[in-house]
């Protein structure tokens, strides 16, 4: 079983509004993903990490940041949310083996 | 750029039979591949890892395959059962990131 860890699960926000998306592993993997996946739909790869202080930006644009100040954390934020940041955000670790673990995801609604 | 494709993008079969879902990928240098099952709402499991030099990995009734030369995974479920009813997803790792395919969807009926 994987150990990676997101929260929060739900969340329903107002438009404006200032949100952090936490992400923790307790593995050690030194790579860290964010994937934001619409339901139904595919994965969409927005910011990833191959070490604290490393960070890049994914296949998909995306408004959110990120930052990677310990190897074990890998916080998303949305500085001012709008309706179309609604969507499922799955963050993913992996380590020297190169397979990747995923957390539960967290579901943010934003009116 | 590294394309993954699933298919079929949706199936549906009656309990207990044996099926076949597909992945192909375009970039044949890839380290390894994932097969994933993702319930709806959740996140991705891990079902089974095939290393590029292995040429199968199975666990209990999963079974998945790789052709690297062709650029071809299946993932063969034996004997369905509902429970099995979620979406697959495949993913390459050619090093640096994944690529995902956008899954099949399974419905195994009662």
């Known amino acids: 079983e994987a150990d990676i860890y997101q929260t929060p699960r739900y969340l329903v926000i107002g438009t404006g509004k200032k949100i952090t998306l936490e992400c923790s592993q307790t593995?050690?993997?030194?790579?860290m993903y964010w994937y934001q996946q619409d339901p139904g739909m595919e994965l969409h790869l927005i910011h990833y990490s191959y070490g604290v202080n490393s960070t890049e930006k994914g296949d998909l644009s995306s408004e959110s940041t990120v930052s990677r100040i310990r190897t074990e954390h890998f916080p998303l934020t949305l500085e001012s949310a709008r309706p179309s940041h609604t969507s499922q955000y799955l963050c993913?670790?992996?380590?020297?083996?190169?397979?990747?673990?995923f957390g539960e995801g967290s579901w943010l609604t934003v009116v | 750029k590294q394309e993954v494709t699933q298919i079929p993008a949706a199936l549906s079969v009656p309990e207990g039979e044996n099926l076949v879902l597909n992945c192909s990928f375009t970039?044949?240098?890839?380290?390894?591949l994932q097969w994933f099952r993702q319930d709806p709402g959740k996140g991705l499991t891990s079902l089974l890892l095939?290393?590029?030099?292995?040429r199968e990995q199975t666990s209990g009734r999963l079974n998945a395959s790789l052709d690297k030369s062709s650029g071809r995974s299946t993932l063969y479920i034996a004997a369905s059962q509902p429970g099995d009813s979620a979406t697959y997803l495949c993913a390459v790792y050619p090093p640096l990131k994944f690529y995902f395919g956008s899954g099949t969807k399974l419905n195994v009926k009662p």
């Open positions: 970039d044949s240098a890839i380290y390894n």
């Open positions: 095939i290393q590029s030099s292995q």
């Open positions: 593995m050690g993997h030194d790579k």
């Open positions: 993913a670790s992996s380590g020297a083996g190169n397979t990747i673990y």
